[in-house]
C-alpha cells in the first residue's frame, strides 16, 4: 500500500506534529527549542556538518514560537533550505527513541487527525508528515497534509507463515525478510509516580521485608543500598525490554500476541518448582527465580526461535509480566 488517505476534511499542520511530540518528548525543552530539535532530527548528515545549516537556529524566539502555535506557518525561504535536505529515515529513529507509552498515545493523535498506523509505524509516519509539510512550505502550498505517501508494511502475516529462524533481532531492529522494523523500547522512568503497576509493588514488598521495614515505597528507592538499587533498576529495565517485544509481535504479527501467552505460559511451567520453594525472605525467592529464568529453554513459542530476539534480560522481564498478570501474585506472600 502506497498510500493511506486521512479522513475527510481532517488534516494535520505543522503545529498539530509538533505540539503532540513535544508533549511526549522526555527531555526538557521549550516550544522554540524544540522547533529547532524537530528540524535537527530530520535533516540528514552532511547538512548537519556544515555551519547555521538549520536555519531555524537564526529565527527569533517570538518566530519560533509562532511557528509552534500555529500563528505563522513555516516560511517558504526557511522551508527551501530544509527541503533539499530531508532525510525521512533519520527523523523516523528519533520518534523511534520515544517510550512505548508515547508512542502509543502518537498513535492516538494521529488516529485523530484520520491515520490509522500500528506504534511501530508512527516514527515512519511522523517522519513522512513532516517531510511533506516542509515540501509543501518550499512550494509556496499550505502545510495541510491529508495522506501518507510511503510504503507501509504488508499486515495480515502470520508467524507460521515465515521461518523463524530468518527473523533476526539486531539491536533495536527486526528483520524480517528483506524488511527492518524497529521494536520500541521504553526508557525507565527516574520516577514511578502514581502509577505503580504490581510488579513494581512486588519488588518493594520483596525490598521492605530483605531490609526488615514494615513498608516500602517509591519515595525509599533513593536511599536503597547500592546491591538494591541496582537490582530495581535491571528489573525494571527488564520489564519494560520484554514488554517492549511483546507489543512489538503483537503489532506486526496476527498470531504474536498468540505466541507470546505461549512464551509466559512456558516460562512459568519453568520456573513455578522454584518459586515454590521456601526461601528466607521474598528477595531470595525474586533472585531465585530470575537466575532459573535465564537458564530455561523456552520452547513452545516460535518466538525463542528467532535470533537474538528473547535474551537473558527479556526472560527476566517475562517474570514481572507475569506479576501484572497475576499469575505470581507476590515475591513474600506466596500461600495467601
Known amino acids: 500500500m502506497d498510500a493511506y488517505i486521512g479522513k475527510e476534511d481532517i488534516s494535520v499542520r505543522f503545529c498539530d506534529l509538533i505540539q503532540f511530540m513535544h508533549h511526549n518528548y522526555e527531555a526538557k525543552a521549550n516550544a522554540g527549542e524544540f522547533v529547532a530539535i524537530l528540524i535537527d532530527a530530520i535533516l540528514d548528515d552532511a547538512a548537519l556538518e556544515k555551519d547555521s545549516s538549520n536555519p531555524i537556529y537564526r529565527l527569533g524566539k517570538s518566530t519560533k514560537e ?15 533550505v530544509i527541503a533539499p535536505r530531508i532525510e525521512e529515515t533519520k527523523f523516523a529513529e528519533f520518534v523511534d527513541t520515544y517510550s512505548i507509552d508515547a508512542l502509543n498515545h502518537m498513535k492516538d493523535k494521529l488516529s485523530e ?18 517531510a511533506q509539510i516542509i515540501r509543501r512550505r518550499a512550494d509556496g502550498l499550505s502545510d495541510d497534509v491529508v495522506s501518507l505517501n510511503y510504503q507501509r508494511m504488508e499486515t495480515g502475516r502470520k508467524l507460521k507463515n515465515i521461518a523463524p529462524a530468518t527473523i533476526e533481532r539486531r539491536g533495536d ?54 546491591r538494591y ?24 504479527f496476527d498470531d504474536g500476541e498468540d505466541e507470546f501467552i505461549r512464551l509466559k505460559d512456558d516460562a512459568w511451567h519453568g520456573i513455578n518448582t522454584t518459586y515454590w520453594k521456601d ?25 525463542s526461535q528467532m535470533r537474538n530476539l528473547i535474551g537473558n534480560l527479556e526472560k527476566k522481564g517475562i517474570c514481572h509480566i507475569l506479576v501484572n498478570d497475576g499469575v505470581i501474585e507476590s515475591w513474600v506472600n506466596i500461600d495467601e
Do not use: W
Open 66 to 80: 509562532a511557528y509552534y502555535s500555529g500563528r505563522l506557518p513555516i516560511s517558504q525561504k526557511k522551508a527551501a
Open 113 to 130: 487527525y484520520g491515520f490509522d498506523v500500528e506504534p511501530y509505524e508512527v516514527g515512519k509516519a511522523c517522519a513522512n508528515i513532516l
Open 173 to 226: 531492529k527486526l528483520h524480517i525478510s528483506g524488511e527492518v522494523i524497529t521494536i520500541h523500547q521504553s526508557l525507565v522512568p527516574d520516577d514511578v509516580g502514581r502509577h505503580e503497576l504490581d510488579y513494581i509493588r512486588a519488588l518493594y514488598e520483596a525490598y521492605a521485608e530483605k531490609l526488615g521495614r514494615e513498608t516500602f515505597t517509591s519515595e525509599d528507592v533513593a536511599s536503597l543500598p547500592r
Open 229 to 252: 538499587s541496582e537490582n530495581y533498576k535491571e528489573q525494571r529495565m527488564a520489564y519494560y525490554s520484554a514488554v517492549s517485544i511483546e507489543r512489538s509481535v503483537r503489532d506486526i
Open 279 to 303: 526461601y528466607s525472605d521474598g528477595y531470595a525467592r525474586l533472585n531465585a527465580v530470575l537466575e532459573k529464568i535465564t537458564s530455561t529453554t523456552l520452547d513452545s513459542s516460535v518466538l
